[in-house]
Each structure stands twice: as C-alpha cells, then as structure tokens.
C-alpha cells in the first residue's frame, strides 16, 4: 500500500531527514506536511524504547514534529552505512541536518561531499551560531539564542530583567526559514539544473524576528527596552484588567482612538491635552493606561470584546491554551486536527496554518516507529532482499 502523501504540492521531491531535537525537524515538517516524500533517518545506536533528544517518541513534542513522515534505521557511522547513504543522497532531491558544522563533515555526509555524487542535491543546514565564523562549533540552544539574539532584553515588565519568550522561537523561525530557504533552492534549481546548500542559524533567525526594534537600532540608533504588555508605539495599546480576567486592546491611530474613547464611555479623553495627540498619548502612557483599567473593570471580558469590536476597536481576550482551542473561531479554522492511524491512537496535532485551494495539507500518517519503514524505503531505492538482510545482519541498518 502507497504510503500516503499529505498534500501534492511538494509531491515530486524526496527529502532525507538527518535533524533531531526541535529546529530541523520543524524545518523538514514543513516539507512533509505539504507531500514531499520524507524519509527519517535514525540513527541506529539511539534508543528504539524512546529516550532520545527531542523526548520521548510517543511524546507529544515528538508526534507534532515527525508526523507525515517514513523512517529507517542507518549507522552513518560504520562505512557501509555511508555507502548506504551516499546511495540514497544520489536519488534524493534535499537532505535536512543540524549536526554541528564539524559533525558532517568527519562522517562524509557534508554539502561538498554530496554534490560530488549528486549536483542537483539541495542541502539544508540548520546550526546554532552559522557554519563558520568564532562561534561556529558552540552548541546551538534556543533561549541561548534568545539572549544572543536580542529578543530577552525586550521581553518581559520593565526593570525586572531579561525574560524568555513562553515559547521555542529561535527554533521554530530557523526551522521555518530553512524550509523557505529550501523551496527557494528547488525553484532555483528549475532554471539553473544545480542545487545549492542553504544554511541558516537560530541567531540568524532571532536576529531577523526582531524586525522593527532590530531596524530602530540600525536606522536611529535607538536601543528598545522592556515594555511589559505596553505596545512600543501604538498607545494605548495593552492588556487591561476585567471584572473576570484581562482583555487586550490595540488603539491604532487616531479614528481607532477616536471611536476607543467613546466607545469606553469616556469622551472627555479626547479632550483631555495629555491624551490629545500620539506623543502625549506616549509621554502619558502609565496615567492613560490607569484611567483606561478604572474604567474596563467594572465589566467582564465578554461584555467589552462585543462592545469594543461592534464599535470597531481591534480587542480579543487573552485565553489559557485550553480556551483557545475552545474559541468558536479556532473549531472554525480547524487546526486543530487528528491524525489517521491503524492502532486507535487518539492523535490530535496542530496543523499547517496555511490553505491552499487546491493542494492543501492534512495529517495523512502519524509519526513512524523507529526504523518502521527500513525494507520498504530501501527497495524503493533499489536495494535486493539479499542486500538488505546483510545490511540488517552486520547491523548497518
């Protein structure tokens, strides 16, 4: 039976998934969940039971990562498990690693040594700090990079010092941006005939998620702080306090603050010199703020985010992650989605946060066990019966 593809859109392309932990295998399901044909490599020494970077396989970190994908077992270790390799490489459209940049090279399985047997092979390769440079072999870890990056000294209420974002970012945008970078390659590839190694960095991908506060340094020489829940430059922009929890309120312009005023029931901000314009609005930001929260207390979450928005004033309430999945907007979008398999698993993952009318994604197979596609994928690649029970018996696979 044909393993079954999540979508058709990459359908045409053979992926070789070398990455483990969290930045690659987001980089390579991206990949998988838009059809491209993707085959994990485990590596042979780790334990089959489940421990391994990146948790346990039946863990849900895991299952949200590896969904839509085939695996096989191969020691890159041993020399003909390399071979093994190099055979698969030759076929293959795009091989995916975050090895540190020494670790592929004294394998054998580096870009260079790649497209010597495949010139067309694009090669993704996700690091800590980049390829080269004084950093180059420091071990890569994403709230490192949320320090390096900048994103910790922005993060979090003034004065009480750096703060971590809530969730893996440096991660997830390498793992994002090397896909894009990926794609980009493969269209590339149609007009020039040749692959190229697309390489990127969790420091990379922070440093370019600053955006905005990264371009007021390099253009104004303007260092950003912490501004707790305060929006930088849109005010009042924040979280405020309901008889029942807390609301977000965005007040973008003034025809936004305009209608916010009334709609609040508090006209007389609107004359009041301290709030009159955009800077005295930020030069009186906190008193501002405090009038605002005197004022949304007194109702319930609810009851201000049907006013706000019937007086289109941008607000949402600020949901725990079990409401959220609850919101009548989410069930709406379907997300939130569950993943097909023979055992009666109950398996619900995130999904694709994009459409497509055509070729769109769906989960079409859960995450593999380890190694459970080894005979099937390496016949795929031209491997007899004989050759593969002697690759099982020497244990290269």
């Keep these: 039976m044909p393993f079954p593809r999540a979508s058709q859109a990459l359908s045409r392309f053979t992926v070789l998934d070398l990455t483990r932990v969290r930045a690659g295998p987001t980089c390579v399901r991206q990949l998988a969940d838009w059809g491209a044909n993707v085959i994990k490599i485990d590596a042979l020494m780790e334990d089959a039971g489940g421990e391994q970077p990146g948790g346990p396989r039946q863990g849900s970190d895991f299952q949200n990562l590896h969904r839509n994908k085939r695996a096989m077992t191969l020691n890159l270790k041993d020399p003909k498990g390399l071979d093994v390799f190099k055979r698969l490489a030759a076929q293959t459209d795009v091989v995916v690693e975050n090895f540190r940049p020494d670790v592929k090279a004294k394998l054998g399985i580096d870009y260079e040594s790649l497209r010597q047997i495949n010139p067309r092979i694009v090669y993704g390769s996700i690091s800590g700090f980049g390829q080269d440079g004084p950093y180059h072999k420091r071990p890569g870890f994403d709230q490192i990079a949320q320090g390096m990056g900048g994103l ?103 025809r936004i603050w305009e209608r916010f005023a009334q709609a609040i029931g508090a006209p007389e901000l609107l004359t009041n010199p301290d709030y009159a314009t955009a800077p005295a609005r930020s030069k009186n930001r906190d008193a501002l ?70 070729t769109p994604s769906k989960m079409a197979a859960r995450p593999p066990e380890f190694g459970e596609q080894t005979e099937e994928v390496l016949a795929e690649f031209g491997f007899g019966k004989d050759e593969i029970a002697e690759l099982r018996q020497r244990k290269v696979v």
């Design 289 to 358: 703020n405090e009038a605002i929260g005197k004022l949304t207390e007194r109702r319930s979450t609810d009851t201000w985010v049907k006013q706000l928005n019937e007086a289109g004033v941008p607000c949402g309430p600020i949901y725990a992650i079990d409401q959220m999945f609850d919101d009548a907007q989410v069930k709406h979008l379907g997300i939130a989605q569950h993943v097909p398999n023979d055992e009666n698993r109950h398996i619900q993952l995130v999904g694709q946060p994009v459409t497509l009318s055509r």
């Design 152 to 254: 910790m000294s922005i993060t979090g209420a003034p004065g009480q010092g750096p703060m971590r974002v809530g969730i893996p970012v440096a991660d997830l945008t390498s793992g994002l941006f090397c896909a894009l970078g990926i794609l980009t390659a493969l269209l590339e590839r149609d007009v020039s005939g040749e692959g190229q190694w697309v390489q990127t960095s969790l420091l990379q991908a922070q440093i370019f998620m600053l955006d905005f506060q990264a371009a007021r340094w390099l253009m104004e020489k303007d260092v950003a702080r912490q501004a707790g829940n305060n929006h930088p430059t849109s005010i009042p922009t924040g979280v405020f306090k309901t008889t029942d929890g807390y609301i977000n309120i965005a007040t973008t312009g003034g």
